[in-house]
């Protein structure tokens, strides 16, 4: 009789392990079709879920500069190096103010980081010296040697 019991027990635990293993690949399933050439259909849902707005990327703009256009724009989505050798991410070949590398932008955690690496002359952050890492949102200025970028998103 107990061995009945157990095997009765064994048969009832696949058949709900077969039926939670069904439901869960129903349930990620949903999301996933999609006929080809339709729209998706609507979620079913009882309040309305905002398309969040697309975030700009962060650049840097030339304000003024001896070897660069003004209005020239770079991209900060990854790190970029500024200095006059030519490996960097904005070059500063002409810029006699510039060290061979002399700054780094660092995008972190959904900021922005500027550093300065050892240059000569400085680099400056809204008219400040930037000794040690500093953080940077839209609307600051830097200075590069001879050349000034604003951060724009």
Do not use: C, K
Request: charge should be neutral; charged fraction near 20%; aromatic fraction near 6%.
């Amino acid at each position: 009789m107990v061995e009945q019991l157990l095997l009765l027990f064994q048969a009832l635990f696949i058949v709900l392990l077969y039926v939670f293993i069904w439901r869960v690949m129903r349930g990620a399933s949903r999301g996933l079709r999609i006929t080809e050439g339709a729209p998706p259909a609507p979620e079913r849902s009882s309040h309305t879920v905002a398309t969040p707005a697309r975030i700009p990327q962060p650049r840097l703009v030339v304000v003024e500069s001896p070897v660069i256009e003004s209005g020239a724009v770079f991209s900060m989505a990854s790190t970029v190096s500024l200095g006059r050798n030519s490996e960097n991410g904005i070059t500063l070949g002409g810029d006699d103010f510039a060290s061979g590398y002399h700054a780094r932008i660092e995008p972190a955690n959904g900021e922005i980081w500027i550093v300065d690496l050892g240059s000569r002359n400085g680099t400056f952050l809204n008219g400040r010296r930037v000794d040690e890492r500093a953080r940077v949102v839209a609307g600051d200025l830097l200075r590069v040697g001879a050349t000034d970028l604003r951060v724009e998103a």
